[in-house]
T-cell receptor
Framework: DTAVSQTPKYLVTQMGNDKSIKCEQN?????MYWYKQDSKKFLKIMFS???????INETVPNRFSPKSPDKAHLNLHINSLELGDSAVYFC??????????FGSGTRLTVV | GDSVTQMEGPVTLSEEAFLTINCTYT??????LFWYVQYPGEGLQLLLK?????DKGSNKGFEATYRKETTSFHLEKGSVQVSDSAVYFC???????????FGSGTKLNVKP
């Protein structure tokens, strides 16, 4: 059973398109995150949700919109994709007793 | 502000060599400290953690000791293997895990 699963694993799309990445966790964690990892492996937090409420919203373009329909899901919708959005996006969850548990990542390539 | 600084890579070692990856932190409160490992093409996995000063985290032959006096959490392994080749991230959390900070990652290459 995958603890944090995100889909799709790979996403290739053209500039200007709108796309979504889905994330689900079955760990019962209260907090979920989206991170962006660039080509140099630097991890940058984008959003954090705790019990469906947004608690961290770092400086990202408003083309990125997270949605948390329930505690176990945190989806990321991206409008008007740009070349610079190409990266690996990681979903993660955490609880008070543990550190982060990460999904396996979604490699987004904008062409 | 709160942050984590770790040594730049890549670090290249021969198999069975001793490994140290330095990590220092700045924190306003009392953080928990973590090391994560990312193998090629995969997500990050928790390697070890320590939640208070002088705690030692260990896993798979890796160790790190929480040193409050030097604000450090250096990762060590006595004898690395080719399979340890990966990117290693130091991280800290504050305020019941609502604040989480990652270092920039250190790539380790182990040659046979």
């Amino acid at each position: 059973d995958t603890a944090v699963s995100q889909t799709p694993k790979y996403l290739v799309t053209q500039m200007g398109n709108d796309k979504s990445i889905k994330c689900e966790q079955n760990l019962g964690h209260d907090t979920m995150y989206w991170y962006k990892q660039d080509s140099k492996k630097f991890l940058k937090i984008m959003f954090s949700y705790n019990n469906k409420e947004l608690i961290i919203n770092e400086t990202v373009p408003n083309r990125f919109s997270p949605k948390s329909p329930d505690k176990a899901h945190l989806n990321l919708h991206i409008n008007s994709l740009e070349l610079g959005d190409s990266a690996v996006y990681f979903c993660a969850s955490s609880s008070a007793e543990s550190g982060h548990t990460f999904g396996s990542g979604t490699r987004l390539t904008v062409v | 502000g709160d942050s984590v600084t770790q040594m730049e890579g890549p670090v290249t070692l021969s198999e069975e060599a001793f490994l140290t990856i330095n990590c220092t932190y700045t924190a306003t409160g009392y953080p928990s400290l973590f090391w994560y490992v990312q193998y090629p093409g995969e997500g990050l996995q928790l390697l070890l953690k320590a939640t208070k000063a002088d705690d030692k985290g260990s896993n798979k032959g890796f160790e790190a000791t929480y040193r409050k006096e030097t604000t450090s959490f250096h990762l060590e392994k006595g004898s690395v293997q080719v399979s340890d080749s990966a990117v290693y991230f130091c991280a800290l959390s504050l305020y019941n895990f609502n604040k989480f900070y990652f270092g920039s990652g250190t790539k380790l290459n182990v040659k046979p």
